[in-house]
């Protein structure tokens, strides 16, 4: 199963993992009434004509048809707004009006850029600035949802946006900087900095289902990496790394991470198995395993891989389906780390086999199907090194062989063995 990163929403599976908590569901709340034994699952891939693209790589392999999966968007679930006066819609987002003012007239609002789950941002110029501030300067609001735990959850990023801020007064760590704070009629607006779209609207238009220049993902990926370090250097963890929260200036040479809505400290562990967005969850998340600021490198370990291919890495369907495509590319999990995970045995039964949680293609069934793992199906050298029919030189070669091993690195199922940031910016594929 392959999904093209361009044509990806990830608000849809937020949607849907957000409906399972409200629910209350379990990890694998089924009555299975099918259990066989299974050694591996087989992939089949179909070629397409080439694409021709001035943004990919000359020496890589055809790419391959995208199977596009339809995503069913389940109902949202009831909210409770603020009594505050509001022009909310019933889900509790701002409706937005083109050419409004805000903030007594400071904003006017010119367009929408879209919403998440949090919040929806849209683009305004400065009517009247700051002494120093240019004319018709543009910035970025995001107004979040009035709600009170959104609004909360707002108040809690603007103070780690703050200290990250403050922790780099200089601006060369790549974190989107928070400008100011205001209300506008029962919801909390935080101003950032005008930056022009997101990594996935990048590959969407200059490496749609082939991916980027592997120079360009070397560059984005340093500068990741030194986010992430300012992150952990002071113990946060973002907790919803993907292209979609990493902006990119307009000559697309800059990025920044943004997005710190679900951020926190990392002594703030609490349990649950939808943090992150699906695609970009580490193990130790939908496992059940008390996590740190290593789950924010596996986020990060699948954006490089989608930035390089145009492809998802692990596109599964459930907690359940990523689990099993996790071990299709890195193996097992090691005993040790299914014995301390809150939700082990949801998962693996007491021989150490996986409980895969399939649909019966006749009967449309829940049905359980054991699978025994002992090595990866396909791993990444498998998936990214080209052809033997494809001639690469060797410094392309040796470019992409460090690739993989850095990717190699950051996916490591065991968190503790994953690259730390600070590894990550002296390895061979950010150093050159």
Not at 306 to 335: A, C, H, V
Not at 382 to 396: G, Q, S, W
Not at 398 to 425: V, Y
């Amino acid at each position: 199963m392959q999904i093209s990163a361009a044509d990806y929403d990830p608000s849809l599976d937020r949607r849907e993992d957000e409906h399972r908590r409200v629910l209350k569901d379990e990890p694998m709340a089924v009555d299975p009434v099918i259990v066989e034994d299974i050694e591996e699952t087989e992939y089949v891939e179909e070629e397409e004509d080439d694409v021709d693209d001035m943004f990919a790589v000359a020496t890589r392999e055809k790419p391959k048809k995208v199977k596009r999966v339809a995503q069913v968007k389940p109902a949202a679930p009831a909210l409770i707004t603020t009594t505050l006066d509001t022009a909310a819609d019933p889900e509790g987002y701002y409706s937005v009006i083109l050419g409004e003012q805000l903030d007594g007239g400071r904003y006017q609002v010119f367009s929408s850029i879209g919403k998440g789950m949090f919040a929806n941002v849209v683009r305004a110029r400065v009517l009247q600035p700051e002494p120093g501030e240019p004319a018709n300067k543009e910035v970025a609001i995001k107004i979040v949802r009035a709600q009170e735990s959104m609004y909360r959850a707002g108040q809690k990023e603007v103070q780690i946006l703050n200290k990250l801020k403050q922790a780099d007064p200089e601006d060369k760590k790549h974190v989107v900087r928070l400008e100011r704070t205001f209300e506008h009629r029962g919801h909390l607006c935080l101003v950032f900095e005008s930056m022009s779209m997101n990594l996935r609207d990048v590959v969407k238009r200059f490496g749609k289902d082939v991916g980027l220049n592997i120079k360009a993902v070397r560059a984005y990926a340093h500068q990741l990496f030194l986010s992430l370090s300012l992150l952990k250097k002071l113990n946060i963890m973002h907790a919803d790394i993907k292209p979609d929260n990493i902006l990119v200036n307009e000559q697309k040479t800059v990025l920044k991470l943004c997005d710190l809505g679900s951020a926190s400290d990392a002594a703030e562990n609490d349990i649950t198995p939808y943090l992150v967005s699906r695609f970009y969850r580490a193990p130790e998340i939908i496992l059940g395993v008390p996590y740190d600021p290593a789950l924010d490198v596996w986020s990060i370990g699948c954006t490089l891989y989608e930035l390089y291919t145009g492809r998802i890495l692990l596109p599964g369907r459930s907690n359940n389906q990523m689990l099993l495509l996790m071990m299709d590319l890195k193996g097992r999990f090691n005993t040790k780390m299914i014995k301390k995970a809150k939700f082990g045995d949801v998962y693996f039964d007491e021989m150490g086999a996986f409980q895969s949680l399939e649909v019966d293609r006749v009967t449309g069934a829940n049905v359980v199907r054991k699978v025994h793992v002992s090595k990866p199906a396909r791993d990444l050298r498998a998936r990214l090194m080209p052809p033997a029919a494809v001639k690469m030189n060797d410094d392309e070669s040796k470019l992409l062989a460090s690739f993989i091993d850095l990717l190699d690195k950051c996916l490591a199922l065991d968190p503790a063995r994953r690259i730390t940031p600070k590894e990550a910016l002296i390895h061979p594929f950010i150093r050159g």
